[in-house]
């Protein structure tokens, strides 16, 4: 492996910012889920299925790549909710929509997304973020 | 009570490395909660490509992965009657939703986690699950719900490259 990150993460992709939501609509970001990403392995023998925490993942790295306030200090604070709506398998392609808030009488940033394969809608998913200097 | 170590887990679960994410049940009342421990180490494989240059906060533990690690030990407590560690056939385990996990502590190399899960709803096939996790005193994650529906295989096969009709 020749690449390094700045950070530990299961999936070995990198969303790419097609839209980074500074005008009307959402956000918008694109990654290819290789067949060989480190987690098919185990999930599952003979049948890779990308996991849904994965999906989670690529939002989450999404999110911090369309962050509506500037700052490298903002963390994932909570995962509100997530409902999983179909699988995303090796070679599928997740497209993810970003529209961010804040939350009511808090410094915390809420993201609504939605992450579609070629399959439709994988995943409705609510972060929030915080400065973690703020916790 | 019941103890099961990882052989028996692998019984249970579908999940092998590096995706298997629990490493020991302490403690089991079947239908009931469940308590089980997951030790972090730098060897995982998310740590392989991290620069030597990486600050301290690039070795908290990946979010996803403590919620993944909880949810496979309700996952051992909700097919424990019935376990198919084979994801091709069968009644297999899905992850239906998640609502409110909340990351209050990061978690480093050399912490073992304490995973407490309560079942605290059923109705025919799907269950409900609420919980925290721990290390040493401290919570370090809480979970208000955790939603799993037992399901024909077919529903994941089906959809499958190659496998759709």
């Not at chain 1, 903002?74 to 090796?90: G, K, N």
């Not at chain 2, 298997?20 to 060897?43: C, F, I, Q, S, Y």
Request: hydrophobic share 35%; charged share 25%; glycine share 8%.
């Amino acid at each position: 492996m020749t690449t390094t990150r700045e950070f530990c993460t299961p999936v070995d992709g990198t969303p790419e910012v097609t839209d980074p939501g500074t005008g009307e609509g959402p956000a918008r970001t694109v990654v290819l889920v290789e067949p060989s990403e480190k987690v098919f392995a185990g999930h599952y023998p003979g049948f890779p299925i990308f996991p849904g925490v994965c999906i989670i993942e690529y939002v989450h790295h999404s999110a911090l790549a369309t962050l509506p306030e500037p700052g490298d200090d903002w963390m994932l604070a909570a995962i509100e909710s997530t409902r999983f709506l179909s699988p995303v398998f090796p070679g599928n392609t997740i497209t993810t929509e970003l529209t961010w808030s804040k939350v009511k009488d808090s410094d915390a940033l809420r993201c609504k997304a939605v992450a579609s394969s070629e399959r439709g809608k994988s995943a409705q998913i609510k972060l929030r973020f915080e400065r973690r200097g703020n916790r | 009570m019941t103890e099961l170590t990882v052989d028996e887990i692998k019984r249970i679960l579908p999940h092998r490395f590096p995706m298997l994410l629990v490493d020991r049940v302490t403690e089991m009342v079947p239908g009931e909660r469940l308590t089980a421990l997951k030790a972090v180490t730098v060897n995982e494989p998310w740590y392989q490509e991290l620069d030597d240059k990486a600050p301290e906060e690039a070795y908290h533990y990946p979010s996803v992965l403590l919620a993944e690690s909880w949810c496979q030990s309700a996952g051992v407590l909700a097919a424990w009657e019935n376990p198919n560690p084979d994801v091709l056939s069968g009644q297999v385990m899905l992850f239906g939703g998640v609502s409110d996990v909340e990351y209050l502590h990061p978690v480093r190399p050399g912490d073992v986690l304490e995973h407490r899960v309560t079942l605290s709803r059923s109705f025919g096939d799907t269950l409900i699950f609420e919980g925290e996790s721990l290390v040493g005193e401290q919570v370090v994650l809480r979970v208000s719900r955790v939603t799993m529906a037992m399901r024909p295989a077919s529903e994941l096969t089906g959809g499958a490259p190659g496998e759709q009709s």
